[in-house]
């Protein structure tokens, strides 16, 4: 395992040049950066310095520690959703429990190198989550989009919309006004200036307004911040949660689903960005970071962390092109929170609400949703389950299942197109010889026949195999067994190989396996079937096994004739 950060590489040939872009970019990074932690910390159910916390320190350490060049790592609005629910069940300390858990498991993936594989989980899954999640981040934000009076909210998608639905009544005009206002000012702001964020155009914006129509005409209703949580705008104390056997094992399968989204998120983010900087990032680099940043973060009183796609084009499109943007960005973040702290109190939570809504719906992915919607079915299948499993349950259940069935489908189609074909002297149909250019018609002899397995022979086709061998019946004196288009055998079909063999023996009949490929003959000699078959009759093309079968035959003859 080869652990190279992009920092190491990138100081190299360092310049002035660069360090300017890279501060400027790591600059405005941070000033975004603010109101979207904040954002994060306040939704996923805790205060909004422990947003800030993880931005500050797990995007330090992905910036410094990661595989990526322009990675910007802090709270995403993915996780949104996972952390609200963990701190409902099992309040902030099995949050930072699970989140150091979840930390050993991305770095553990890293060093297995298993960051290529993450790259398989099938498409209709990632984003039927993913739509799910937008969806279920919406919701939270509708009490106070709208300004409602609701109390404590379920922590379920549907008894949310039965709490909103009997709250209406209680909708402030003032509250939903500004929320509407921050939209349609994130929405129409890149018409006018594409580096500079709308979000943080809205925040601004709106949090003046409102403080000056609070303080100068006394208009109540509007809710901010400060009226909700008390912003402590410090350093972090050091805490290290007590963890037990008994802990791990509880918060064993929500740490599996931080760690999951974590790794899938921010090698996303990674790829992405590296097809707009013409770079390549390393995956196994970048998730040992991710993981060090949610080992280290719950210590200071962070949540979970990951790549976040928005503040790294923010990062790329400001000129940021190496980790030191990414550093400044933690730098300036931190000095914000520590003198300007005090300030956010009177960010407009219903501005904080359009910011979310706005999120959500980059998110929602609706158009590739859609079109995932026409392909097929076992597809839309995948799709469906992830998306509604996600809404209704949770993240957790979503991944697993849909996951599952996603594999079970992608079994089932392999298994569609494997075929076994069955070839006798009678039947005048061609036979494909290894190597030959041309359709050739292969003569056998009488009381030989040739069964070709095209397709991967594992436990989806091995019970295909035994099927048509049952069915058949017949006992014929040689039965070959063309394998040159099989890939790969499981045990399972090593399993179902060695009965025939075994089976075959009591009826006299003589087993050759022929055009077996080189990968497929090391599982064969490893479990025995060699031996068990004769090395001699595992034959290399299917005019070697009937010259073989010919020479059976004779045998048989001058026997029977003794």
């Given at each position: ?9 990138t ?7 660069q ?7 790591g ?16 939704a996923s ?14 995007g ?36 930072a ?8 498991m ?9 960051g ?8 209709p ?10 969806l ?6 509708i ?18 919309w ?11 005009w ?23 964020p ?10 003046v ?17 400060g009226?909700?949580?008390t912003?402590n705008?410090?350093l972090?104390?050091?805490h290290?949660?007590?963890i037990?056997f ?12 931080i ?37 280290v ?30 550093i ?7 000095l ?5 702290g005090?300030l ?6 219903a501005?904080l ?6 999120v ?44 599952l ?9 392999i ?27 292969l ?41 040159r ?6 045990s ?7 009965n025939?063999i ?9 087993i050759?396996?022929?055009g ?26 299917i005019?070697e096994?009937?010259?073989?079968s010919?020479?059976i ?10």
């Amino acid at each position: 395992m080869r652990f190279q950060p992009k920092l190491l590489s990138t100081l190299k040939n360092y310049s002035k040049e660069q360090f300017y872009t890279d501060l400027m970019a790591g600059i405005i990074v941070g000033i975004v950066a603010l109101p979207l932690a904040i954002a994060f910390g306040i939704a996923s159910g805790v205060t909004p310095e422990k947003g800030l916390f993880t931005a500050v320190i797990a995007g330090f350490i992905i910036s410094f520690l990661g595989g990526s060049k322009v990675q910007i790592g802090g709270p995403t609005g993915a996780f949104i959703v996972i952390v609200y629910g963990i701190v409902q069940e099992f309040g902030v300390t099995g949050l930072a429990i699970a989140t150091m858990i979840a930390g050993v498991m991305l770095v553990a993936m890293g060093v297995l190198r298993l960051g290529s594989i993450i790259k398989f989980i099938p498409f209709p899954v990632v984003v039927g989550f993913t739509s799910g999640i937008a969806l279920t981040i919406f919701t939270t934000q509708i009490k106070d989009l709208f300004g409602l009076q609701t109390g404590a909210l379920p922590g379920d998608f549907i008894h949310k919309w039965i709490v909103y639905g009997h709250s209406f009544n209680t909708l402030n005009w003032w509250s939903l006004a500004v929320g509407l206002l921050s939209v349609v000012i994130i929405f129409i702001m890149p018409r006018f200036s594409k580096k500079i964020p709308g979000s943080l155009v809205a925040i601004v914006l709106l949090t003046v307004i409102v403080y000056f129509l609070r303080t100068k005409f006394g208009i109540t209703g509007i809710e901010t911040i400060g009226d909700r949580f008390t912003i402590n705008a410090s350093l972090p104390g050091v805490h290290t949660p007590d963890i037990s056997f008994q802990e791990i094992q509880t918060l064993l399968p929500t740490a599996f689903t931080i760690a999951m989204l974590g790794a899938i998120e921010s090698l996303l983010s990674a790829t992405v960005a590296d097809g707009v900087i013409n770079d390549k990032h390393d995956s196994n680099t970048e998730l040992i970071a991710q993981g060090v940043a949610n080992f280290v973060a719950p210590i200071f009183g962070g949540i979970p962390a990951t790549g976040a796609i928005a503040r790294t084009m923010t990062n790329i499109n400001n000129g940021g092109r190496t980790p030191v943007a990414g550093i400044i960005h933690a730098i300036v973040l931190l000095l914000i929170m520590l003198f300007l702290g005090d300030l956010t109190k009177h960010i407009p939570m219903a501005c904080l609400a359009g910011v979310l809504v706005v999120v959500s719906y980059n998110m929602s992915e609706w158009r590739t949703f859609k079109s995932i919607l026409k392909n097929p079915k076992s597809d839309v299948a995948v799709l469906l389950t992830t998306f509604t499993l996600t809404v209704v349950f949770d993240l957790t259940i979503a991944i697993e299942l849909g996951l599952l069935l996603a594999v079970v489908l992608f079994i089932r189609r392999i298994s569609e197109t494997s075929n076994v074909a069955i070839f006798r002297n009678e039947v005048a149909q061609p036979v494909y010889v290894e190597g030959a250019t041309d359709t050739e018609k292969l003569v056998l002899p009488k009381g030989v026949e040739v069964y070709e397995i095209e397709g991967p022979f594992f436990f989806g086709v091995a019970s295909k195999f035994e099927e048509t061998m049952k069915q058949l019946g017949d006992k014929p004196k040689v039965r070959i067994i063309r394998m040159r288009k099989v890939p790969f055998i499981d045990s399972t079909g090593t399993h179902n190989l060695e009965n025939l063999i075994k089976m075959s023996r009591k009826d006299k009949t003589v087993i050759l396996l022929s055009g077996v490929t080189d990968e497929v003959r090391e599982v064969l000699v490893k479990v025995g079937i060699d031996r068990l078959l004769g090395a001699d009759n595992i034959c290399s093309n299917i005019n070697e096994a009937v010259r073989k079968s010919e020479e059976i035959l004779a045998l048989a003859t001058e026997s029977h004739k003794k």
